[in-house]
């Protein structure tokens, strides 16, 4: 079991930054693929960004590519998530996930989630 705790979370006006963090403990995540995803009120989960085990591949939503960075530290069995630029769009509850199928592309590859962590964009 993989237990994921995501913290940086809070709110920011448009332009802003914040440094999300996922913390994993339970197990260590080296060997799993690291995805954040975020919903909206009303909305669906949607995928924001992930990274593959070794760090040399990441993906980005289009919506958030040149303005986010996705990061990890194995030996902390951390996951990072850098959002820069911030609109109000991005307003929304960010999951942090990982995924032992090392394919990330929808939530349902997903094994683990975190419990989120509120981003909220003023404009």
């Known amino acids: 079991q993989v237990q994921l705790v995501e913290s940086g979370g809070g709110l920011v006006q448009a332009g802003g930054s914040l440094r999300l963090s996922c913390a994993a403990s339970?197990?260590?995540?080296?060997?799993?693929?690291m995805g954040w995803f975020r919903q909206a009120p009303g909305k669906e989960r949607d995928f924001v960004a992930r990274i593959s085990v070794s760090s040399s591949s990441t993906y980005y939503a289009d919506s958030v590519k040149g303005r986010f960075t996705i990061s990890r530290d194995n030996a902390k069995n951390t996951v990072y998530l850098q959002m820069n630029s911030l609109k109000p769009e991005d307003t929304a509850v960010y999951y942090c996930?990982?995924?032992?199928?090392?394919?990330?592309?929808?939530?349902?590859?997903?094994?683990?989630w975190g419990q989120g962590t509120q981003v909220t964009v003023s404009s």
């Open positions: 996930a990982a995924d032992s199928s090392g394919v990330g592309a929808t939530p349902y590859e997903y094994d683990y």
């Open positions: 339970g197990r260590t995540i080296r060997s799993y693929l």
